[in-house]
């Protein structure tokens, strides 16, 4: 059995998209299972890669849509393409399961080789607040109706399901898994000498979803008055220049060097706290079960929230930002549980 997962960005929704990996597995334990990703996720999708004692993903297949996009009139692009679409026809896929629901992503399971009978999956319709483009319908031969208002884990579980011709796992039978037990990584020697330290993602790509800025001087100054450094992340300059502005307010608070996305495992993992708003940073502290507080200030709590771990915190809803006050008691719990 030849099994392909196509799912190519971003950050949150490949994250979300990971418990796939365990349902396949349950369902057909022996299966080679490849997955398409765009090439700045590749590193997700490492600690997956199937190895001695673990059965996961046994290949990553690198794809960079967006940078081919920008430079279409370049040879080295159409070359690139040429060894991907080359890459992607080397096995006869099954089962095919794309959980996107976009052009782009239904595309790439034309490229994919298919074995006779091949069953093509991909969502029917559209989920409230999410993308979704109607014509990436004509790449399956299996769309998957679900409900309009559906969580990005469960969605994803649904499709899968339902090309496996299994019933959806509900959640109260079968919580979402998404890294391997006992794997966890080391934050980055730098990290060492902080001693106990929050991170706190302010940035998101909408200032709509942005918690305000006193709200974060308020949060931050009750974290460093229960020990903690405060740290600020970025993305680029104008968010570089926002964590200066709050760490200047907040008593030794600090505003680390850009870090790589694989290096944000191990940060993320050796902080006593995180929070932040519904990003991907932000998500990738609740998939890996670290005491996480998430801020939904203009997008649906129902969407993304973190419902598998008693270590994770959802606060406000669309259009209704939590009040500092919430977010440091339910900080502070987290704090005094761990």
Not at 87 to 102: C, F, M, S, W
Not at 233 to 247: F, H, T, V
Request: proline letters at 7%.
């Amino acid at each position: 059995m030849n099994i392909l997962l196509v799912k190519l960005s971003s950050l949150g929704d490949v994250l979300h998209n990971l418990p796939i990996v365990w349902d396949v597995r349950a369902r057909f334990p022996e299966a080679r299972v490849d997955w398409v990703v765009e090439e700045g996720y590749v590193d997700l999708l490492e600690p997956l890669r199937t190895r001695e004692g673990f059965r996961g993903v046994d290949n990553v297949i690198s794809i960079a849509l967006r940078r081919w996009k920008k430079g279409l009139f370049k040879g080295e692009t159409w070359a690139e393409l040429g060894r991907c679409r080359a890459q992607l026809r080397q096995t006869p896929y099954d089962l095919v399961i794309e959980t996107q629901g976009l052009i782009k992503s239904a595309l790439v399971t034309r490229m994919a080789g298919r074995a006779p009978g091949a069953v093509i999956a991909g969502l029917a319709n559209r989920t409230d607040y999410s993308g979704y483009e109607p014509l990436a319908r004509l790449f399956y031969n299996r769309a998957v109706q679900v409900p309009a208002q559906c969580h990005a884990v469960d969605r994803s579980r649904r499709v899968a399901a339902a090309a496996m011709d299994m019933a959806f796992p509900e959640r109260a039978a079968a919580l979402p898994r998404f890294f391997p037990d006992g794997w966890l990584p080391v934050p980055p020697a730098g990290y060492a000498g902080l001693g106990p330290y929050a991170l706190c993602f302010h940035a998101t790509a909408r200032d709509a979803k942005r918690w305000a800025d006193e709200n974060w001087v308020v949060l931050g100054r009750e974290l460093a008055d229960h020990g903690l450094t405060v740290l600020f992340p970025w993305g680029n300059a104008a968010e570089r220049a926002i964590s200066e502005r709050l760490a200047a307010r907040i008593p030794g608070a600090r505003v680390p060097e850009a870090f790589r996305l694989q290096e944000a495992f191990g940060i993320i993992a050796g902080a006593s706290l995180t929070l932040g708003v519904d990003t991907g940073l932000t998500h990738l502290s609740a998939v890996l079960g670290r005491p996480t507080v998430e801020l939904y200030c203009d997008s649906p709590r129902w969407k993304t929230e973190g419902y598998w771990s008693p270590l994770i915190r959802n606060l406000g809803d669309l259009g209704a930002p939590p009040e500092a006050a919430e977010v440091v008691a339910a900080a502070c719990a987290l704090l005094d549980r761990s």
